[in-house]
Every structure is written in C-alpha cells, then in structure tokens.
C-alpha cells in the first residue's frame, strides 16, 4: 500500500470532519420539515438520480462475487440505516444537533476497543494517550451543553445506536472492505438503505414531507456534502489507514459540530467548548501523527 501523500494525510481528515459535523445541523434543518425515514428516503433517492447516469460515462467496476456484493451492502446497511437512521430520529425527538454530534464521541473508544481481536491492529500506548485527551476534550463540551439542554432518553438511544453502526461499518470496511470505485459503491449501498427506510417512511410517517426551500437547502447539503463526499473520504481512510486513527477524527466532530449549529441554528456553544476542541484536537493528533 503506497504512503498518503502529506496533502491528503491532512486535506481529507480536515474536509472530512467539517462536512460531516455539519450534517448534524443540515439534518436538524430537514427534520422541520419531514419525517427522519421520508428525510432519508428523499436523500437517497437523490444520490442514486445523480449517480446512475454516470455509469454509463465512467463505467465504473462493480462487485465481482456475492460475497463482495454482500460486504458493500453490509457497510451500506451499517453507514446509511444505522448510522443517518439513527442520527435522524434522535434529533426528530428532540436532541440537538449539537449533542447528536457529540454522542459520536463514543464511537474512537469503540472501535479502539474492537480493533485489536476484529482486525488485528494494535492500538499503541500513544493511541490511548490520544484517545483520553480526545474523550475528555469531548465530555467537557457534552458537561457544558447538558447545564443548557438534557436530551431526551429516547432521542439519546437512538443516538447511541447510530455510533454503535458506525462503529460496526468502520471495523467491516478495514477487514472485509475490497477496493471498489466509489460509484459504484455508493449506488449499492444507498439502494439498500432505501429498500429499508422506505417502508418505514410510509408505514410510521405517511411520508409526510413539507416541500419548502428549506428543505432544498438541507436536502442538497445532504446529499452532496455527506452522501457523494464525506461517505467517501471516511471509506478511503479506513482503507488507506489504521481503523482506529480514522476514528479518531470523531473526537473533533462534537466541538465542530456545536459550533457549526450555533453558527447555523443558535444553538448555544457554552465556551468551555473551545476549551474542549482543544484537548480534542490534541487527542486526534497523537493517535493519527505516526512516528517516521
């Protein structure tokens, strides 16, 4: 495997972590105006509109064996159901996206947790160092937000099972993910992500969706900003890096993420949040700066 380039070891974390930390509040914009599954069925229908016709002009590669078919599904499944699932619903019942973003915090101790007996990486003594600082960077933003707004227990559940299946997708995609064009790939695991919301769309939401410019906004950032392109960075990392540095970058998604929602919601960033950006920052420095 070739050495990241010095451009990408800092362009695609750093252009990763703000598309990602701002669908939290782009996702809340959404929300206003239609169910989590309607929001997420529209999203993906979406991506697929813009990606198919491409396929006849690029003519990407597609999986070759049922079994690299069931793997991109899987990751699929784990990213877009569980993961934006899990996100939507957890701000349709009252979380912010501010503490959405900060729930994810969970998700580097996971995985770092995971690694070492589901891919046999080992997570060195300066990872955990890192990944401390980055954990208390994060709990003092989440001390500082609760003293303004308790989420709700429901809300909070769904949270956590939305890092649970990212957690899952970034331990599957650095051991059981193949090299696949990122078309392709895309197109399948957002089929299977509408085959599955769909339903739920219609059944518990009548697919109520209020057709506003607001809603454009928020659709359009979502499927460009996370869909067609922080999906994709956070797939070629894990395949280009150890899982656990990748997920690392989630430290920095709390701070970023309250800040991008007071920026954009009024959300309230207390400012012991700087404070906690900063161990942050410090924590995903130290898992990801390797040693030469």
């Not at 078309?183 to 697919?207: D, H, M, R, W, Y």
Request: proline residues 7%; glycine residues 10%.
């Amino acid at each position: 495997m070739n050495r990241p380039s010095a451009l990408w070891s800092v362009g695609a974390p750093a252009l990763f972590v703000v598309l990602w930390s701002a669908g939290f509040t782009f996702a809340k914009l959404g929300l206003d105006e239609a169910g989590p599954f309607a929001l997420l069925s529209l999203r993906f229908v979406l991506v697929i509109a813009i990606l198919v016709p491409l396929v006849a002009v690029v003519r990407p590669s597609w999986p070759t064996s049922r079994a690299s078919w069931l793997h991109v599904a899987a990751v699929g499944l784990f990213i877009q159901v569980g993961n934006f699932g899990g996100v939507y619903v957890a701000i349709a019942h009252g979380v912010s996206a501010g503490t959405a973003g900060l729930i994810s915090v969970l998700q580097p101790i996971l995985v770092a947790l995971l690694a070492p007996k589901l891919t046999g990486e080992r997570v060195g003594p300066r990872a955990w160092i890192g990944l401390a600082l980055g954990l208390g960077g994060a709990v003092l933003v989440i001390v500082a937000r609760s003293a303004f707004a308790p989420p709700p227990l429901f809300g909070l559940v769904a949270a956590a099972f939305a890092v649970s299946a990212m957690t899952a997708a970034t331990l599957y995609e650095r051991r059981f993910g193949t090299p696949l064009h990122v078309i392709s790939a895309t197109i399948v695991q957002c089929g299977v992500g509408l085959a599955v919301v769909a339903p739920l769309a219609f059944a518990l939401e009548g697919f109520a969706v209020s057709w506003t410019p607001k809603l454009a906004g928020a659709l359009a950032y979502l499927v460009v900003g996370n869909s067609l392109i922080a999906v994709t960075l956070l797939l070629a990392m894990v395949r280009r890096g150890q899982a656990s540095a990748t997920a690392s970058l989630f430290f920095l998604v709390p701070p970023m993420a309250a800040l991008i929602a007071w920026l954009l919601a009024r959300e309230v960033l207390p400012p012991l949040g700087w404070v906690g950006l900063f161990f942050a920052a410090l924590g995903v420095a130290l898992v990801r700066v390797r040693r030469a």
